[in-house]
């Protein structure tokens, strides 16, 4: 039996989901049971949940360690298959004060992360100067190599999987673009990843060969 306090917001949970559209996963959670803690959810596709399913990890670890004295907003989380989510988590006391449960919402941004990533691109300026020192010159033919080697899957960086990024790398390695100064900070950045991510990739590859 769900508590009647936690039922008082299903309306939230269908005005919510319709107000932000099919990219807006709303969640409403009773902590009477961790395991299948979702009472309400609209716009499940976004992680793949159901009534009865859990709460995302993050929230859950909060939860379990009592740490849900105040709400959590606007942080970052990935699903499952690396798309991008931003979520908010407010927490719901009965009359006692105690917590008994939480209402989610989880706004899948990963393509506007892809076209803010385009619109910088486009936005970008060079300037008119035609320095052509030799460091100039490497660092078109780092750019140059790496922006190829990228386009080949025909898709954003914010789309490729870890297996596409470590074939990535794999290709760049082959290519010499590691020997050159600053390329493993510069395909990190390109990739979105860290730079000890890369090193990662490289001892995948090496590991397996």
Do not use: W
């Not at 025909?154 to 990024?165: F, M, N, R």
């Amino acid at each position: 039996m769900v508590n009647p306090i936690i039922l008082k917001f299903i309306p939230m949970v269908t005005g919510i989901s319709r107000t932000f559209g099919k990219n807006c996963e709303v969640v409403l959670h009773e902590f009477k049971d961790l395991k299948k803690s979702i009472v309400a959810i609209e716009n499940g596709h976004v992680t793949g949940r159901t009534i009865n399913s859990p709460m995302t990890k993050l929230s859950l670890n909060k939860v379990r360690e009592g740490k849900i004295d105040s709400d959590i907003i606007n942080y970052s989380e990935k699903t499952i298959d690396g798309r991008v989510l931003k979520s908010s988590t407010m927490f719901i006391k009965d009359d006692s004060g105690e917590f008994i449960g939480c209402l989610c919402i989880n706004i899948d941004i990963t393509d506007f992360i892809a076209a803010r990533s385009l619109i910088d691109d486009i936005m970008k300026i060079g300037n008119n100067k035609t320095e052509k020192t030799t460091e100039n010159k490497i660092n078109v033919v780092l750019s140059d190599t790496v922006k190829a080697t990228i386009d080949s899957f025909g898709k954003p960086v914010i789309y490729l999987s870890k297996d596409e990024k470590v074939i990535i790398v794999n290709d760049l390695d082959k290519q010499g673009v590691f020997l050159i100064k600053g390329a493993i900070d510069y395909v990190a950045d390109i990739l979105q990843v860290s730079k000890y991510t890369i090193y990662n990739y490289l001892d995948e590859i090496k590991g397996g060969k």
